[in-house]
């Protein structure tokens, strides 16, 4: 199993489809381990996009991620973090393909809606940065026996 930290952007919230995408990636299988609603400020977005706090449109980054509320959340499954980048797609949302969540839902580079960690490193990061420990929840949904095969993990 593994984890993988997500993040609805302010245009999702604004645009009212968190319950929508969410309920992509609950319909795929992953679990929900922690979630929580707040505004980004700017030293917790320098600490989030540290790769990129020295690129040009950076500061119009900071403008965006901090202009509204977000709903940060961890989820869980098998290469949960490989499956959730592919459900989400190509970084611009004009680029991305039909059927993904930026291809479904964006036209834009920068407002696509939803981030996923794009590593093991990535995760372990940015799960730290946005939750204490405690506040991940180690649970076993009772449908898992109709998810998938025993020896499949
Ligand atoms: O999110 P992803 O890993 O697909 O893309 P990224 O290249 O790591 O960029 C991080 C985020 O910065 C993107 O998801 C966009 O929201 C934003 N971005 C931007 O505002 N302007 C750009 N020229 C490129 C990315
Ligand atoms: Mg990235």
């Given at each position: 199993m593994e984890r993988t930290f997500i993040l609805f952007k302010p245009d999702?919230?604004?645009?009212?489809?968190v319950g929508r995408i969410l309920a992509r990636f609950e319909d795929k299988g992953l679990n929900v381990v922690a979630m929580k609603m707040l505004t980004i400020t700017?030293?917790?977005?320098?600490?989030?996009?540290?790769?990129?706090?020295?690129?040009?449109?950076?500061p119009t980054l900071e403008a965006f991620i901090t202009g509204g509320p977000v709903v940060a959340a961890v989820l869980?499954?098998?290469?949960?973090?490989?499956?959730?980048?592919?459900?989400l797609g190509a970084t611009t949302g004009l680029n991305a393909a039909a059927g993904t969540i930026r291809g479904?839902?964006?036209s834009s580079r920068q407002m696509n809606l939803v981030h996923g960690s794009d590593g093991a490193e990535a995760a372990k990061r940015e799960i730290a940065l946005?939750?204490?420990?405690e506040e991940l929840v180690d649970y076993q949904p009772t449908i898992t026996k109709w998810m998938r095969a025993a020896d499949e993990g």
């Amino acid at each position: 199993m593994e984890r993988t930290f997500i993040l609805f952007k302010p245009d999702c919230v604004q645009r009212r489809l968190v319950g929508r995408i969410l309920a992509r990636f609950e319909d795929k299988g992953l679990n929900v381990v922690a979630m929580k609603m707040l505004t980004i400020t700017p030293e917790l977005s320098r600490q989030h996009y540290a790769e990129h706090v020295q690129k040009g449109w950076y500061p119009t980054l900071e403008a965006f991620i901090t202009g509204g509320p977000v709903v940060a959340a961890v989820l869980e499954g098998l290469e949960a973090i490989r499956v959730v980048r592919e459900m989400l797609g190509a970084t611009t949302g004009l680029n991305a393909a039909a059927g993904t969540i930026r291809g479904d839902y964006s036209s834009s580079r920068q407002m696509n809606l939803v981030h996923g960690s794009d590593g093991a490193e990535a995760a372990k990061r940015e799960i730290a940065l946005y939750f204490k420990p405690e506040e991940l929840v180690d649970y076993q949904p009772t449908i898992t026996k109709w998810m998938r095969a025993a020896d499949e993990g």
